[in-house]
T-cell receptor, first 114, second 108 residues
Framework: EAGVTQSPTHLIKTRGQQATLRCSPI?????VYWYQQALGLGLQFLLW???????NRGNFPPRFSGRQFPNYSSELNVNALELEDSALYLC?????????????FGPGTRLTVL | KNEVEQSPQNLTAQEGEFITINCSYS?????LHWLQQHPGGGIVSLFM???GKKKHGRLIATINIQEKHSSLHITASHPRDSAVYIC??????????FGEGTQLTVNP
């Protein structure tokens, strides 16, 4: 079974530009979560999509947005990039039901803002 | 104060030692996860707990819901266990709130 995949692996942008990060969940998983791990900081919850809708978002400005497609893959968009947006962005997909509920993490996209 | 606190922040051990990492949380949770993050960022989910104890190989995780505390134990530690171990609690809306992680280094 293929795991969660993310692209690109690395992304370099300059301040003010827009970044688009992509995530493909494990087949059959309908929920996708996005997390940010800035240098020296812990993981922070960004966004949760399920069945194509945004279900919850963390304490991030509206510059961070995303969407989930009919095939359950997801995109994270970061507009008007700032230096402090440099971080590892992790996507996770979730399976729930029948006594099981866990998230499977992708390898991450490392975004560098210059 | 963070909702999820881990200790210690850094831990250095000799190969073969028994290791314990602790996690305390201050919110109501539906489950607690232990995650392992390797250099480069890849994260592996080790355990999901809502009560009691789970064991997988040399890893054991326990949770005490009343005391809002969980521990991750590694028996017979090995250099390949070197990684960051992260405690995460699942609160409302299935979102995870993370501890800051414990950097474990196991020396040969």
């Amino acid at each position: 079974e293929a795991g969660v995949t993310q692209s690109p692996t690395h992304l370099i942008k300059t301040r003010g530009q827009q970044a688009t990060l992509r995530c493909s969940p494990i087949s059959g998983h309908t929920s996708v979560y996005w997390y940010q791990q800035a240098l020296g900081l812990g993981l922070q919850f960004l966004l949760w999509y399920d069945e194509g809708e945004e279900r919850n978002r963390g304490n991030f400005p509206p510059r961070f947005s995303g969407r989930q497609f009919p095939n359950y893959s997801s995109e994270l968009n970061v507009n008007a990039l700032e230096l402090e947006d440099s971080a590892l962005y992790l996507c996770a997909s979730r399976v729930a039901g029948a006594g099981k509920d866990t998230q499977y993490f992708g390898p991450g996209t490392r975004l560098t803002v210059l | 104060k963070n909702e999820v606190e881990q200790s210690p922040q850094n831990l250095t051990a000799q190969e073969g030692e028994f290791i314990t990492i602790n996690c305390s949380y201050s919110v109501g949770i539906s489950a607690l996860h232990w995650l392992q993050q390797h250099p480069g960022g890849g994260i592996v989910s080790l355990f999901m707990l809502s009560s009691g104890k789970k064991k997988h190989g040399r890893l054991i995780a326990t949770i005490n819901i009343q005391e809002k505390h969980s521990s991750l134990h590694i028996t017979a530690s090995h250099p390949r266990d070197s990684a960051v171990y992260i405690c995460a609690v699942r609160t409302s809306g299935s979102r995870l709130t993370f501890g800051e992680g414990t950097q474990l280094t196991v020396n040969p």
